[in-house]
């Protein structure tokens, strides 16, 4: 049977050892590598139907995996007013203004990106705004989509007049009188606003995440792990995969909340395995706390203003009989965990569920017998006893290095650092600590909350700055490798994902993931990364994205 794809004239690099292979081609077919070796012996592969790329020198490598993004969920956040370049709170209102003056007469607006640290030092509420929202309804999310800020209409036309109790760590906020501030913290706050606002039209949630994961796959992103299954998200996967426009591999981590009862964990556990050929669902994501930006993650100690002190889950001990059910059920979990009380709870969750169900997650795949593989999202802050623990568990550490690039600064006077002090501001994003105790450290973006292009998360990784290199490193001695990285994105992630004898790696026999690259990035200086062209990408050996001229 001919190829489906053959490249020739390649420089194929292995993820797994950092070295390129002996070969100038490699064929895919029905979805695997089929083939490496050289140009002559590959065109012979090939078919009336193959498709036949001469790359002419560029690099070949397994394709990225983004380990945490919220593909479907985000393409309906990102379709308000993009607040993610305002640095203070001028540019702020100016971008508000304008957005204002294009609505209809009661239309609401919506708004994302919102960083607190354009507040400054004063507190994240609406009347910091200004008059711009005057008589407008309008819900704007900030960039760690789990707080928002509404504004008096909104709040009204939601009947929301003072301070409520919720079933999870959740808050509206309120001054010293009772009246609302307009700053919601967590979903279930978040959720009593947008109830009343109006959404987008399924077709138009579609044509959107069609739009978003295009882009994705022309940034050289193969596949991603989606850290969510709200709404119609699931059917929205499924369409686009009947239109032929699924252009990535999706593993999908649908919810757990801290309201779910017996029944809800048990429907989870049913639902793994369902899905299509590039998408599936696979692992339950969690939730441990909130964020530092808004004083809802939850620290050992409380953050400098007193906040940050509790988990997300109001009984924490149900998260860990919850656990211990999934692992029983042989169901992989991803839970955020931000600060330090957080992570080493779910590490203490998963050391128990291992210990009463004997399934470990230290070695072998998913498909190993008694394996079961864990995660820990972010991990922002965390002391030392707490980093040698994940290698023995078997736990990944899933980390955004973009994170801290984008939203912190080296000497601490952004809104994360603040809050928490210089020590712990001192050990933040620990991503080299962790790589060097053992712990598989995979990369992702957690889009939108940061941008997804996965040479700028792997830039970032690599030396700790913004984008536009504008600051100095924030913990460089926190810096990934460029093969430390580049793995971050490939073998690390097909390892989470229980898939590293078949993903991750040029191999015959490994999926046909596959991005292109103009140079060899682990060549390429750190600061010219980002900008590095990707001309290819490949999943299952369908192309998805080639560069003009190529």
């Known amino acids: ?22 070969h100038t081609a490699l064929a895919a077919e029905r979805g695997r590598i089929s083939f490496l070796g050289d140009d002559r012996d590959a065109r012979a592969l090939a078919g009336p139907g193959t498709t036949v790329v001469d790359l002419r020198g560029a690099v070949v490598t397994a ?9 479907v969920s985000g393409a309906e956040r990102t379709m308000g007013v993009d607040l993610s370049g305002c640095r203070d709170l001028a540019a702020v209102r100016t971008a508000l203004a304008a957005a204002v003056r294009d609505l209809r007469p009661g239309a609401w607006l919506r708004g994302w990106g919102l960083d607190p640290n354009a507040f400054g030092t004063a507190p994240v509420a609406t009347a910091a705004l200004g008059p711009v929202l005057d008589g407008v309804p309008a819900l704007i999310d900030l960039f760690d989509a789990h707080s928002a800020l509404a504004s008096e209409r909104a709040l009204e036309l939601a009947g929301v007049d003072g301070p409520r109790v919720f079933e999870q760590g959740s808050e509206i906020v ?21 109830a009343v606002a109006p959404r987008p039209t399924e077709a138009g ?17 193969t596949g991603g792990h989606a850290m969510d299954a709200n709404g119609d998200s699931l059917a929205v996967y499924a369409a686009l995969e009947a239109e032929d426009a699924l252009p990535l591999r999706l593993r999908i981590a649908p919810w757990c909340r801290p309201e779910a009862s017996d029944a809800d964990v048990a429907e989870l556990v049913r639902l793994q ?14 939730f441990m706390d909130g964020t530092i930006d808004n004083g809802t993650a939850w620290l050992e ?15 924490p001990r149900r998260y860990t009989r919850v656990i211990a059910d999934l692992h029983r059920a042989g169901v992989p979990t991803a839970t955020h965990a931000i600060g330090d009380a957080a992570v080493r709870h779910v590490l203490d969750a998963v050391e128990q569920a291992q210990a009463e169900s004997g399934r470990t997650g230290a070695s072998g795949g998913t498909g190993g017998t008694g394996v079961v593989r864990h995660r820990v999202e972010h991990i922002e802050t965390v002391p030392d006893d707490t980093v040698r623990r994940f290698a023995p568990l078997g736990v990944a550490a899933s980390m955004q290095p973009t994170h801290c690039c984008e939203f912190t600064r080296a ?6 650092s603040r809050r928490l002090g210089e020590e712990r501001a001192g050990r933040a994003f620990r991503c080299r600590d962790l790589w060097e105790a053992g712990a598989r450290v995979v990369l992702g973006s957690d889009w939108p909350i940061a941008p997804y292009p996965p040479l700028q998360v792997m830039a970032g990784a690599r030396h700790r700055r913004p984008a536009d290199l504008s600051l100095p490193p924030h913990g460089p001695e926190q810096a990934l490798t460029p093969l430390q990285a580049l793995q971050g994105m490939t073998v690390c992630a097909a390892w989470a994902a229980g898939e590293e004898d078949r993903a991750g790696r040029l191999a015959v026999g490994h999926r046909a993931d596959l991005t292109v690259l103009a140079d060899d990035p682990l060549r390429v200086p750190d600061s010219e990364l980002a900008a590095l062209p990707v001309l290819l990408t490949a999943v299952a050996g369908r192309v998805t994205h080639r560069a003009a001229g190529v």
């Open 205 to 221: 949630i579609r044509a959107r995440a069609a739009e978003v994961l295009a882009a994705m796959a022309a940034s050289g992103i």
């Open 174 to 194: 309120c001054d010293a009188d009772g009246r609302p501030t307009g700053l919601l913290l967590e979903d279930a706050a978040c959720e009593v606003v947008e």
């Open 273 to 286: 395995g369902t899905g299509g050929a590039l998408w599936r669902v696979a692992g339950v994501k969690l």
């Open 63 to 71: 394709g990225f995996t983004d380990g945490h993004l919220h593909p």
């Open 301 to 315: 100690t409380p953050d400098c203003h007193g906040q940050s002190d509790h988990a997300y889950w109001p009984d």
């Open 1 to 22: 049977m001919p190829a489906d794809l053959v490249l020739l004239s390649a420089r194929l690099l292995d993820p797994g050892t950092g070295r390129l292979l002996p």
């Open 411 to 416: 000497d601490h006077t952004d809104n994360w």
